[in-house]
């Protein structure tokens, strides 16, 4: 009988503990060539940036985030872009609803600054997809 008491009880005041939200999150690891940071943060703005906003208020993804690296002996990239889906199923259907998505907003390419293409002035070293276990709750900590 104890243990059910307990057992019960923390399933009423624990019922998050343990579980994963599902939350997916695709990181790329870029390199910029030959300094061209400019070109490339060009880039990332006026197309993936631009792709993504598209794909968040279609309910595709959860929230997507460029971030630069500092410089340091190791340098093996300078960019992360990161892209959080609900689930492993919204991340799944991200390739065609952003081919969609370009088709929609770039039918004649993307925007790129000094005419420079994308192998010009990046390369995309890999890929990394992540689940997330858990993670902070927005507003919990307000004093």
Do not use: C
């Not at 006026?46 to 985030?65: E, L, P, T």
């Not at 889906?85 to 919204?90: G, L």
């Amino acid at each position: 009988m104890r243990l059910f008491l307990l057992t019960a009880l923390l399933s009423i005041t624990l019922p998050s503990f343990g579980q994963s939200n599902n939350a997916i999150l695709t990181m790329d690891f870029v390199k910029v060539k030959n300094g061209k940071h400019q070109e490339a943060l060009y880039f990332y703005e006026n197309n993936w940036k631009v792709y993504r906003d598209m794909a968040m208020q279609k309910g595709y993804i959860k929230s997507y985030r460029l971030v630069t690296t500092s410089v340091d002996s190791l340098a093996n990239f300078d960019i992360i872009l990161m892209t959080e889906y609900a689930d492993s199923t919204q991340m799944n259907r991200s390739e065609a609803r952003f081919q969609q998505i370009i088709k929609e907003v770039r039918p004649t390419g993307p925007k790129l600054l000094n005419e420079l293409k994308p192998n010009d002035f990046r390369q995309n070293l890999f890929l990394r997809r992540a689940e997330t276990i858990f993670q902070s709750s927005p507003g919990r900590n307000k004093q």
